[in-house]
């Protein structure tokens, strides 16, 4: 049988490193929602050219859902509102632990360690 082992988790320090992180996700989402717009637009105006060349470009680049801008976007939009939960997700879990922590102490006590 392995020993028993225990985590300690600092609360305050806890919450405030997931809500660094909420902000950071926050910060992050607004970011990529403004560029990415941006260059939604920007692609869409043709802005290689509408001559043989620019067309062949935007073929090749804007095209189809697997040409490198498509893809770059549709993957940026699936990681940025992973990340931006990231930090809710966090707090939720420390919350969550401090609170099961609570309860086991109320129902079964807890003194303090010899």
């Known amino acids: 049988m392995t020993e028993l082992r225990e985590t ?3 609360p305050d320090g806890a919450i405030e490193g997931t809500n660094t992180l909420g ?3 926050a910060r992050l989402a607004g970011g990529w929602r403004s560029i990415s717009a941006r260059i939604e637009t920007l692609n869409a105006g043709k ?3 509408d001559d043989e060349p620019g067309n062949e470009f935007n073929k090749n680049y804007l095209g189809g859902d ?3 801008a498509k893809q770059v976007l ?3 939009g699936s990681v940025v509102p992973v ?3 990231m930090g809710p997700t966090a707090k939720g879990a420390v919350e969550g632990t401090v609170d099961t922590d609570d309860m086991v102490k109320t129902l079964f006590g807890g003194g303090s360690k010899k």
Do not use: L, S
């Open 8 to 10: 300690f988790v600092n």
């Open 23 to 25: 902000a950071a996700g």
């Open 47 to 49: 802005p290689w050219g």
């Open 66 to 68: 697997d040409q490198p």
């Open 74 to 76: 549709k993957m940026g």
């Open 83 to 85: 990340v931006e939960k």
